[in-house]
């Protein structure tokens, strides 16, 4: 069974900086892309950062040139690197692992709070 474990979440001042991890196990085929994605109070989840397993990536609009999204295929580790946080980036961040033939996975999230 594939499980995707977040951490790095907290709570960070305005400006700061987090780096969010995903550690996935039990997975057999690597997934063809895995993402970010958060979820504010009383908003639908939204994507933030997707890449693929050749590296390929896409940013959100409001995150473009702020964060950064990596991964270690052969450690099956994703990594969100958060620069110049903003109150509004408080969510809770959640992991997705992607196959080809349309399996999904989700991790359970982690919380990040910026305080203004």
């Given amino acids: 069974q594939v499980q995707l474990v977040e951490s790095g979440g907290g709570l960070v001042p305005a400006g700061g900086s987090l780096r969010l991890s995903c550690a996935a196990s039990g997975i057999i085929v690597s997934p063809s ?3 970010w994605y958060r979820q504010a109070p009383g908003k639908q989840r939204e994507l933030v950062a ?3 397993g050749g590296g390929s990536t896409i940013y959100a609009d409001s ?3 702020r964060f950064t999204i990596s ?3 052969a450690k099956n580790t994703l ?7 903003k109150p509004e980036d408080t969510a809770v961040y959640y992991c997705k692992a992607h196959w080809q033939w349309g399996t999904d996975y989700w991790g359970q999230g982690t919380q990040v709070t ?3």
């Fill in 33 to 35: 892309a895995m993402g």
């Fill in 50 to 52: 997707t890449i693929t």
């Fill in 63 to 65: 995150v473009k040139g």
């Fill in 71 to 73: 991964r270690d295929n």
């Fill in 79 to 85: 990594y969100l690197q958060m620069n110049s946080l």
């Fill in 114 to 116: 910026v305080s203004s």
